[in-house]
């Protein structure tokens, strides 16, 4: 199905929105960045990771990304940097660390 | 005829005045008249006084508003004339019927009612006789039939089969109808 | 023509009837007197398979909204009521049925709102949800609660309305008086009211939606609410063309305003639901003494129509509105205001007297509107003017 266009939403008028506030698709949660909201970023130990994906099962963004059965790696697109990861990790794998002025990856 | 007749039963809740007062609707509809029927509400209270109220006319009725002025009352207990005025706001040339054993001119003196119409039925007796049971309702509608010349009786024990047929067996059917035609022969009339 | 039965029946047990015959997919309604019967009698039809309808128990009228919200938004033709205290506790869900444009048909039995308690006729349940964005249709008769009901499935699920519909009936006085009643044979109304194609369904899983979405600050908010009344605009035309079209199937009128004696009113009274019927007995009666007595029923509140009962009203020399609620604070009671405004605009401006009456079931007796029509003479003569806050009959 074509992707829901609402490149000109902030000019439409009330009848060109869906009939009561419907959102006529699914899943453009992907669509929305939230990778600006964050001050702090994970950076994952590679040495003392034990690949146990509990990272991957908390990140309340789906941000950990995953292949192999293995975490690869942070999409910082949609990490909003809330910690969870580091905080849960049983291996101290993970570390938050401070951002910079650039967020290349919200640009 | 007159084109509205506003009628008013009292009785005690459970003695069966709102059935009473939705027979003689139903009855009327029938006859292709116009009617409404409407019990007077409040909590329910088996054994309390409660009134109920019927209209009937040949043309739509438009009003909705309480019966203050009716032309028939029709008193289901008789114990009721001691602690409800019944004949409150009944017209001057109105007809009052009472479910008693006392004969039609002592009614009337009890009533202190100088004018109109007076009819007495022991409805009791005549339900207890055969439906083996006290439900004056039915008979009472004999009597208004009697009393008032608004129907045929016919016409009310053609209804009472229809309606009470959905639900009832024949045999009560049977003892209803018979009630009724009781009533309708028996009853006393004063004025 | 329909064929159509007479029948003796309360105005509860027609509403239910006609409910039956729109064959709602879910109805979620909680009990309240004098509403108690619909739901009972619909229940029953369910019980025996008179209907095939999702009959959904609930604890509160809160609920009873709720669930019919969610079914009207998963693509069910939805149907509910309810009455006074139970109106008052869906009240925030109204909102939500309005504004995610969900076509709910609910009957409503006109009750007081307590405190003190009371379980009689008013309309102070139904002014009070007057801004909740559901068409509002108001019954004089049992007969035109059932005609409401059905109409109202229409003019809910039109493509150009989508809005909850609200079809009230006075308490005690229409649902629970036995009344005659013409009712029409069920494929008729299966053909009038239509299949429901609903729009966004959740359980369309081909095309799935999200209902129930977030705007705030600088969002659409406000378009929202601007595409919501023009919906109700709208509705002003689909409510005619479809009173015409039931006109026809039923041979009984319809119009959002109803005239009587108009045509050469010196004197009229605008007034809502049962009361109509005493107020016009009275005008006949008037009539025959010489009296040139009108009256102006209301039969569709919300979209109000200003324009037919400024029409209606033209010519006339005074006029009193009945209010059947209160508007505590306010200049007169909401019909009072309505009318008013609805007046504002006329060429002769009309003296309009406001007059609350009935509330909590109060009986209306045709002298309190014996006395109406003789201050409206006074007023037309020029000896009285509309004056204060009147109300009829209270001790």
Known sequence: MAKWDISRIDEWKGDEFPLGACIPESGNSRDYVTGGWRSERPVRDDAKCTQCLICWIMCPDSAVVAAGEKVVDFKLDHCKGCGVCANECPADAITMVPEGCELPEVK | ?191 | MATQKTVSATGNAVVADAMRQCKPDVMAAYPITPQTTIVEEFAGFVAKGRVHTEYVTVESEHSAMSACVGASAAGARVMTATSSQGLALMWEELHVASGMRLPIVMANANRALSAPINIHCDHGDAMGARDAGWVMLFAETAQEAYDNTIMATRIAENPAVLLPVMSCLDGFITTHSIDRVDVLDDESVAEFVGEYAPQNALLDIDQPVTHGAFAGLGGPFFEFKRAQRDAMERSREVISSVGAEYSELSGRPFGAVESWGMEDADVAIVVIGSTAGNVRHVARQLRAEGVKAGIVKVRVFRPFPYAELAAALSGVKAVAVLDRAESFGAEGGPLFLEVRSALYDAETRVPVAGYIYGLGGSDVRLELIERVYSDLSDIAAGTAQPGGFVYLGAR
């Open chain 2, 1 to 191: 005829m007159q084109q509205l007749t506003e009628i008013r039963w009292h009785a005690r809740a459970g003695q069966g005045a709102v059935t009473a007062a939705k027979l003689v609707a139903e009855t009327a509809l029938e006859l292709d008249q116009y009617m409404q029927a409407m019990p007077e509400y409040g909590p329910e209270r088996m054994g309390a006084p409660i009134q109920a109220f019927t209209r009937i006319s040949t043309i739509p009725i438009e009003i909705h508003n309480n019966i203050e002025h009716p032309d028939v009352v029709v008193v289901l207990d008789e114990s009721l004339l001691s602690i409800v005025d019944v004949t409150r706001g009944l017209k001057e040339d109105g007809v009052v019927i009472v479910n008693t054993c006392s004969p039609a001119a002592a009614v009337r003196s009890r009533l202190g009612r100088t004018t109109g119409r007076v009819a007495a039925i022991d409805a009791s007796g005549i339900s207890l006789d055969k439906l083996k049971r006290e439900m004056p309702n039915t008979p009472m509608i004999g009597a208004l039939a009697k009393a008032t010349g608004l129907f045929e009786v016919d016409a009310v024990c053609d209804h009472l089969t229809k309606t009470f047929g959905k639900k009832f067996t024949q045999e009560i059917i049977d003892a209803n109808v018979a009630s009724v035609r009781t009533a309708y022969e028996e009853v006393s009339i004063d004025g």
